[in-house]
């Protein structure tokens, strides 16, 4: 078993289980430390992969035994044009919160990782991004 990523429980395998991943979700929100970040937003870029069991789906081939794809692209795209935050962290988190609560039944564990191409970075770079892991055994690297 692959050694557990910080903020997640002992028993998780990143390497196995069945998951789903979204990769290069887009959306514009107004996140950062900066006014003009605030005032003018900017691009962010989110992958995320959800740890769900995918059995019943593909004996079913009915996507009720799933966690539908295109409601996570739109559950991250609302999160990123919601409220601002100061930092990409606490957008990440509340990405991986939201998908642990609104899929309770579902998602085992997420991974989220927020990219922000634009950040105001004052020498060339080709992107800036944070990665969570959160577990329903350990949400928030606390025991849930």
């Known amino acids: ?3 557990a990523p910080r903020g997640v429980g002992a028993a998780f395998d990143a390497a196995a289980g069945d998951h789903i991943t ?3 979700v887009r959306a514009f929100g107004h996140h950062g430390v900066f ?10 870029v989110v992958d995320a992969t959800a740890w769900v069991d995918l059995a019943a ?3 079913s081939d009915d996507v009720t035994d799933t966690l539908h794809y295109g409601e996570l692209a739109e559950f991250i795209v609302a999160e990123v044009e919601g409220t601002p935050t100061d930092l ?6 509340r990405i ?5 609560g609104r899929w ?6 997420v991974r989220v990782t927020v990219h922000k191409p634009s950040a105001p970075i004052t020498v060339p770079f080709d992107d800036v991004a944070v990665t969570i ?7 928030g690297g606390v025991d849930a």
């Open 1 to 3: 078993m692959a050694e």
């Open 22 to 24: 979204l990769t290069g």
């Open 35 to 44: 006014d003009h970040e605030r005032r003018d937003g900017q691009e962010f």
């Open 57 to 59: 789906a593909a004996a």
């Open 88 to 93: 990409i962290e606490t957008l990440a988190e």
């Open 96 to 100: 991986a919160a939201g998908v642990l």
């Open 104 to 109: 309770s039944t579902a998602v085992s564990a």
């Open 133 to 139: 892991t959160r577990s329903r055994h350990r949400a």
